[in-house]
């Protein structure tokens, strides 16, 4: 991955209020253990399917561990640099409220599904939204709203947004 697309990238999400790191996957575990407050909950990562193993997260959720839970932690389809905006793959078991009700979310993405500008990204995903196969939600950062005044920070999910983009995974 080019340089200048993870360095704008995190820019982005600076911007937002984000916070963006570059691990190697041998480290992915560790990154993660560091940034979990518990409890956690999570969504295993497709690209690095032992990554939580060593993690205290709990991966088959009940809807209490989620309400329950200080963090959940997510992998992402793609990311995009010029917005700083993650795809969640919008799924069957439950990955939505993974990243919406707890206070922190943990975003993993490899590098590789780092995209300069949205266009490019949804390309990617062309033929999987052609045959219905594929759904993902944007995360941009921290959730905000300013619909009653003031900008309010976590209203409609997590307050504390960490994206760990995999360098070789």
């Keep these: 991955m080019e340089g200048q697309n993870v360095a704008r990238f995190a820019e982005s999400l600076a911007s937002v209020g984000a916070k963006c790191e570059r691990v190697r996957s041998a480290e992915l575990s560790g990154a993660i253990a560091d940034r979990v407050v518990e409890p956690a909950v999570g969504v295993e990562l497709p ?38 905006s993650v795809a969640l793959p919008s799924s069957p078991d439950a990955l939505e409220p993974i990243a919406l009700y707890p206070e922190r979310h943990v975003i ?53 947004v960490h994206v760990l983009t995999v360098i070789d995974g």
């Design 47 to 84: 690209f690095a399917p032992r990554a939580l193993a060593k993690c205290s997260i709990e991966t088959n959720p009940s809807p209490r561990d989620v309400v329950a839970a200080e963090t959940g932690v997510t992998p992402g389809s793609f990311a995009v640099a010029s917005t700083g």
């Design 108 to 160: 993993v993405v490899p590098e590789r599904e780092l995209y300069d500008d949205l266009g490019d990204g949804l390309d990617r995903l062309a033929d999987a939204f052609a045959t219905g196969t594929e759904s993902v939600v944007f995360a941009t950062g921290p959730s905000a709203t300013a619909d009653m005044g003031g900008l309010v920070r976590g209203a409609h999910g997590p307050r504390d």
